[in-house]
């Protein structure tokens, strides 16, 4: 889950939020990359992303300037989170059959933390969707998201805009802390509603000698995040030394 806060780290979002490496390494293989069939589909698919995250990203404003308050705006963005958010599992086919160049284990586990916090946390415990916490991971998921497709989508002409390149990899130094408090945080505040109601738990004795512990499964989620998350900031923070300063350096020569 801590992944998924830092999906544009292996976005080419992914993303973020493909994934690590997918935008970077489009952008950046020069002598051999996707057919123009292939080519073509992700400009689309691209497109039609940031289009979706920008409908999302305007919907919170709008219900802002409605409401005047930020309490409870997911409710305004709901459907189209879902949609899109879900319409990213398309990024594991395109590492699968490989026309982006992205791990299929990474991008996998980076998507489905996220379609698993909206749809087995968000979506299953209604008490939460009216917690701070879930518009604080909306809006970094939604920032993180605008920026990369953009960026992926330029990348496939060789000519990504050193802007877009350049705030993928800063604004992320705010916006990881911020989506991972955001997800913890609602991953917290379900946990007493998913213990009361038995969500998703089986009990024994049944047919299948088996039990599972749905609240218990939350709780181990929140800690994986201790080890998880720090890699994969640290992991973009290099990211972001070595880029910029390939960059800047090929600024200087042209």
Same mark, same amino acid.
């Given at each position: 889950?801590?992944?998924?806060?830092?999906?544009?780290?292996?976005?080419?979002?992914?993303? *973020?939020? *493909?994934?690590?490496?997918?935008? #970077?390494?489009?952008?950046?293989?020069?002598?051999?990359?996707? *057919?123009?069939?292939?080519?073509?589909?992700?400009? %689309?698919?691209?497109?039609?992303?940031?289009?979706? /995250?920008?409908? @999302?990203?305007?919907?919170?404003?709008?219900?802002?300037?409605?409401?005047?308050?930020?309490?409870? +705006?997911?409710?305004?963005? #709901?459907?189209?989170?879902?949609?899109?958010?879900?319409?990213?599992? +398309?990024?594991?086919?395109?590492?699968?059959?490989?026309?982006?160049? =992205?791990?299929?284990?990474? &991008? =996998?586990? $980076?998507?489905?933390?996220?379609?698993?916090?909206? /749809?087995?946390? &968000?979506?299953?415990?209604?008490?939460? $969707?009216?917690?701070?916490?879930?518009?604080?991971?909306? %809006?970094? /998921?939604?920032?993180?998201?605008? @920026?990369?497709?953009? $960026? !992926?989508?330029?990348?496939? =002409?060789?000519?990504?805009?050193?802007?877009?390149? /350049?705030?993928?990899? &800063?604004?992320?130094?705010?916006?990881?802390?911020? *989506?991972?408090?955001? #997800?913890?945080?609602?991953? !917290?505040?379900?946990?007493?509603?998913?213990?009361?109601?038995? +969500?998703?738990?089986?009990?024994?004795?049944?047919?299948?000698?088996?039990?599972?512990?749905?609240?218990?499964? +939350?709780?181990?989620?929140? @800690?994986?995040?201790?080890? %998880?998350?720090? $890699?994969?900031?640290?992991?973009?923070?290099?990211?972001?030394?070595?880029?910029?300063?390939? &960059?800047?350096?090929?600024?200087?020569?042209?």
């Amino acid at each position: 889950m801590a992944a998924a806060a830092a999906t544009a780290a292996t976005k080419g979002n992914g993303a *973020g939020g *493909g994934r690590v490496g997918a935008g #970077e390494a489009a952008g950046m293989r020069k002598k051999k990359g996707p *057919g123009p069939l292939a080519t073509a589909y992700l400009v %689309i698919y691209n497109v039609v992303m940031t289009a979706g /995250w920008l409908v @999302i990203a305007v919907g919170l404003v709008r219900a802002y300037l409605a409401k005047g308050s930020y309490h409870s +705006l997911y409710y305004s963005i #709901e459907k189209p989170l879902k949609f899109f958010q879900t319409g990213a599992l +398309l990024e594991i086919l395109h590492c699968a059959i490989g026309i982006v160049p =992205s791990s299929v284990v990474l &991008t =996998s586990f $980076q998507v489905m933390s996220r379609v698993f916090l909206i /749809w087995a946390v &968000t979506h299953s415990v209604k008490e939460v $969707q009216s917690e701070d916490s879930v518009l604080l991971f909306v %809006i970094a /998921w939604t920032i993180t998201e605008i @920026i990369p497709h953009p $960026q !992926y989508t330029v990348n496939l =002409s060789n000519h990504p805009p050193y802007l877009i390149k /350049w705030a993928r990899y &800063t604004l992320f130094i705010v916006l990881y802390p911020m *989506g991972v408090s955001g #997800e913890l945080l609602t991953i !917290y505040a379900a946990l007493p509603f998913v213990r009361q109601a038995g +969500l998703y738990s089986i009990s024994l004795p049944n047919k299948y000698n088996f039990s599972f512990d749905y609240h218990a499964f +939350l709780i181990l989620v929140m @800690i994986s995040y201790i080890p %998880i998350f720090p $890699q994969l900031y640290f992991h973009m923070i290099h990211q972001r030394r070595k880029i910029l300063s390939h &960059t800047e350096e090929h600024k200087k020569f042209e």
